[in-house]
């Protein structure tokens, strides 16, 4: 089978991943957010695009690869079909996330500027609806495809 | 999607810890002129103390997590009210340690936080919809 690129789907594309990443964004901001009243909390973020220069070179797409997700691992039996992108994202994100410089830095040690975290937030879930509708109109494309119409 | 299902855990952990935060402001201003005669069980200013807690699943994110609730240990205010029925022997009453202006400030501090965390839980929401609906 051709080797396909580890960080792109078959289907989806990029998109796949994207989402992905995204998810994991928003997850790491929220923390921000919730910890905005933290004393000592440091403000973390997700590097985009390191993420997804290293899923092109991480996460193989091989037909029966083992996963290293924590629910059922799922494996395809036969080489045509479409194979599971088993590369995970925590595995991708280059070890620990990168904190994040504070632009007014507080007495107690916290460094969550909330503006700013909300911004990013609303950025991200942006990112994912983005991808949400590419992945849509793909799914849309090759449901007429099959219906011949 | 595992991953917006932890930002309920995230949002979530924040908003009850938030709503601890409301209970002792409300509790420190209901209580802020309860005077007794006695200046050690007068009620003293409780604070509660947030700590950045993982949450099951992500090594990455934090979710919040209320170590307990302090007492303010500062001295109570000491006024002299001799017809004070519960006045001590000298006709002084003890006053609780509670600064209203400061319990204002951290209701509305409290407030935007929780608001904040109900707009990050309605957003992750409205994102998981769209998802399990993909291609519908």
Known sequence: MAAINAGSDPIFGIHARALAVQAKRMEVLSANIANA?????????????????????TGTTSGTSASSHSGPAASTTDPRHIPIIAGD????????????????????????????????????AMHYQASLGFANGRIKELMSALSAQ | ??????????????????????????????????????????????????????????????????????????????????GNPVADADGYVYAPNVNVVEEMTNMISASRSYQNNVDIMNTAKDLAIKTLSLGS
Do not use: C, H, W
């Not at chain 1, 911004?119 to 991200?124: E, G, I, L, S, V």
């Not at chain 2, 699943?57 to 109570?76: C, F, I, R, Y």
């Open chain 1, 37 to 57: 009243d933290t004393p000592g909390y440091e403000a973390r973020d997700v590097d985009f695009a390191k993420i997804l220069a290293n899923a092109g070179s």
């Open chain 1, 89 to 124: 994202v925590d595995a991708t994100a280059g070890g620990a996330l990168p904190y994040r410089v504070a632009t007014q830095p507080s007495v107690d040690g916290n460094s969550v500027d909330v503006q700013v975290e909300q911004a990013k937030f609303a950025d991200a």
């Open chain 2, 1 to 82: 999607m595992s991953s917006s299902f932890r930002i309920f855990d995230i949002a979530g952990s924040a908003l009850s810890a938030q709503s601890v935060r409301l209970n002792t402001v409300a509790s420190n201003l209901a209580n802020a002129d309860s005077v007794t005669g006695d200046p050690n069980s007068v009620y003293k200013a409780r604070l509660p103390v947030f700590k950045a807690a993982p949450v099951a699943g992500s090594k990455d994110a934090a979710g919040v997590q209320v170590l307990g609730v302090v007492e303010n240990q500062s001295a109570a205010a000491k006024r002299f009210e001799p």
